[in-house]
């Protein structure tokens, strides 16, 4: 039963940083994929970013070169780093493991 949870979210201008965490547990997979995924009042869930057992990494374009994904094999916690955040940023962050996800954490940039 995996489980995840997320913190680090918050209220923040234009232009600022926050660094998003998710503590991860409950799998014993070796090969394994985690992803952030976001998801605004009145849109659809969408896909940030994500990183795989070997640390290979991808972004959705609009976030490439602001955010960073990142993970903590010894501490099983995963990271987002958002730097030059920006309005559109605003939403709820999930942290994904497969089809099960954390409660979120809430993003706003204004």
């Known amino acids: 039963h995996v489980q995840l949870v997320e913190s680090g979210g918050g209220s923040v201008q234009a232009g600022g940083s926050l660094k998003l965490s998710c503590v991860v547990s409950g799998y014993t997979d070796s090969t394994y994929c985690l992803a952030w995924f976001r998801q605004a009042p009145g849109k659809e869930r969408e896909g940030v970013a994500a990183?795989?057992?070997?640390?290979?990494?991808s972004y959705t374009d609009s976030v490439k070169g602001r955010f960073t994904i990142s993970k903590d094999n010894t501490e099983n916690t995963l990271y987002l780093q958002l730097n030059s955040l920006k309005t559109e940023d605003t939403a709820m962050y999930y942290c994904?493991?497969?089809?099960?996800r954390g409660q979120g954490t809430q993003v706003t940039v204004s």
């Open positions: 994904v493991k497969g089809s099960s």
């Open positions: 990183i795989d057992w070997r640390g290979f990494t």
